[in-house]
């Protein structure tokens, strides 16, 4: 009855000291493909497929022969040469005096998940060269596209320059909007580029964020000086990040907040709370707010809930800190009343 049950899991083999094949189950017949008349007398080997180092097997056997239990996965052939994995417990039987005179082997045939896992990891390497392609991609075409614009902007000057006597309103106006045309353009460019060139390859390191948001504050402070603006912060932690990606982060955040003001100079405040397990951070103002209809919109690429004449921008800041803060391994989200103002959050993981 125990047998019965066992051949509904597990392969078993039982062999002699040198590797000789003793006993084997039903279940192990049906998974190696060979018959308990073909397979008993048989040495070990004849199910070996050759895919493991001999530093992997002499490890095995090393282990076994001093008595002790090895528990790891093999790769098996079949006896129609096919390929199987089995996830494998090999048991030592002992003598009086601590020697090994049986080894019983149990099977597991894992193999589906091994295929799986296969895949995947193809998949993954797949993916990880798509996005180098991408990004090269991504780099060159922007890259190429640069020289292109300034020319056009040069030439677009010069014609003014050179021509301007005999221009008349409406061909100034023209040009005007070219102009303005090709400085959009080139703002595009760049953050799509930036976008591009967020990734996870870069080293994470300790990151003091009170520096850095003083920094950032250093970077901005002409903009928030011609704002009038009140920044206020929390003191932040030590996170573990990749600078210059956090630099965006701030930057772009804050450069929201100032942006969507209303007619009062604008009040911003950094938050910091922890839990067990994450910092979350928070950048609130007090500007003109989002409907709650457009929240889930505003991290997406080119997502512009506001006319140009409005308010510059190109679209894309929201999605740089949404890629930042993922390649971090944390989340953000936004909470916001129309006419009174925003708070977005943000986690980065806690490292002790």
Request: aromatic share 10%.
């Amino acid at each position: 009855m125990i047998e019965r049950a066992l051949d509904e899991h597990v392969s078993i083999a039982i062999t002699d000291k040198n590797g000789k094949i003793e006993y084997v189950n039903n279940k192990f017949c049906s998974v190696s493909k060979y018959s308990s008349e073909e397979i008993l007398g048989q040495d070990h080997r004849i199910v070996n497929s050759g895919y493991h180092s001999k530093a992997f097997m002499h490890n095995l056997w090393s282990t076994i022969t001093q008595g002790k239990t090895w528990k790891g996965e093999l790769k098996n052939r079949a006896r129609d040469g096919t390929f199987y994995w089995v996830d494998t417990t090999i048991v030592p039987f002992l003598d009086q005096n601590g020697v090994p005179y049986q080894y019983v082997a149990i099977w597991t045939d894992v193999t589906g998940y091994k295929q799986l896992e296969e895949r995947m990891e193809e998949q993954v390497k797949e993916l990880a060269r798509s996005n180098d392609e991408l990004e090269q991609f991504a780099y060159v075409v922007t890259h190429d596209l640069q020289e292109p614009l300034r020319a056009i902007n040069s030439f677009v000057q010069l014609l003014k320059k050179y021509c301007d006597h005999q221009l008349d309103e409406r061909a100034n106006d023209l040009i005007s909007h070219a102009v303005a045309g090709t400085n959009r353009m080139q703002v595009l460019i760049d953050d799509l580029l930036t976008y591009a060139q967020v990734n996870a390859n870069q080293t994470l390191i300790q990151v003091d964020c009170e520096k850095l948001l003083n920094n950032v504050l250093t970077d901005l402070s002409v903009i928030i000086g011609e704002c009038n603006a009140l920044i206020t912060h929390d003191k932040l932690p030590m996170v573990t990040g990749i600078p210059f990606q956090l630099i965006q982060l701030f930057t772009n955040l804050i450069n929201n907040a100032l942006k969507f003001q209303r007619e009062q100079p604008p009040k911003i405040h950094i938050g910091i709370e922890e839990n067990l397990n994450e910092w979350i951070f928070s950048v609130t103002d007090n500007g003109i707010g989002i409907e709650e209809q457009y929240l889930e919109r505003i991290f997406r690429v080119f997502q512009r809930l506001h006319s140009r004449r409005e308010y510059v921008g190109t679209g894309i800041g929201l999605a740089i800190c949404k890629k930042v803060v993922e390649h971090h391994g944390g989340r953000i989200w936004i909470k916001s009343e129309l006419n009174v103002g925003s708070s977005i959050y943000f986690t980065i993981p806690r490292t002790n």
